[in-house]
């Protein structure tokens, strides 16, 4: 598994080998990516299967109906883009994020700052995703 220091030092080398400046994405930017100027629970709408994302399609979100459980990812582009092109946005690997995920009701709605006092000194919480692992539940692929 590739950990939070693993992704900032892959960061800073790409930075290094390029002369532009990169890093992880805020939960606040990835959340926007994965949405892809949608308004529903995941981006290709209200329920999910397995034919979208890459999860335990034995435990089942809301109505949708039990599916397959593929326990390994999948190659990039195997399932369907979201309407900005980016491909496995629910899941398939983990996903890191510069700051955090949770709870945005108690902070700004146009840029959650992450946790009060967080630094890059430490890991934040990572986000729900990570095959390889026992696969998430479709309940934690949400990105609305």
């Known amino acids: 598994m590739v950990t939070w220091d693993d992704a900032l030092a892959y960061c800073r080398w790409l930075s290094e080998q390029t002369g532009r400046s990169?890093?992880?994405p805020t939960e606040a930017e990835w959340e926007y990516a994965c949405r892809a100027g949608t308004a529903t629970a995941f981006h290709f709408g209200m329920t999910i299967t397995t034919d979208q994302a890459n999860y335990d399609g034995k435990f089942r979100y809301g109505q949708c109906p039990k599916d397959r459980y593929r326990e390994q990812t999948v190659p990039v582009g195997s399932l369907p883009a979201n309407p900005w092109g980016l491909c496995e946005m629910h899941c398939n690997v983990c996903e890191w994020c510069q700051?955090?995920?949770?709870?945005y009701e108690a902070v700004p709605q146009a840029a959650p700052p992450g946790v009060q006092g967080f630094s890059l000194g430490g890991p934040p919480r990572l986000k729900p995703r990570t095959p390889g692992l026992p696969q998430p539940l479709a309940l934690c692929l949400r990105s609305a």
Request: net charge negative; hydrophobic share 40%.
């Open 22 to 24: 990169y890093r992880l």
């Open 99 to 103: 700051d955090w995920f949770g709870d």
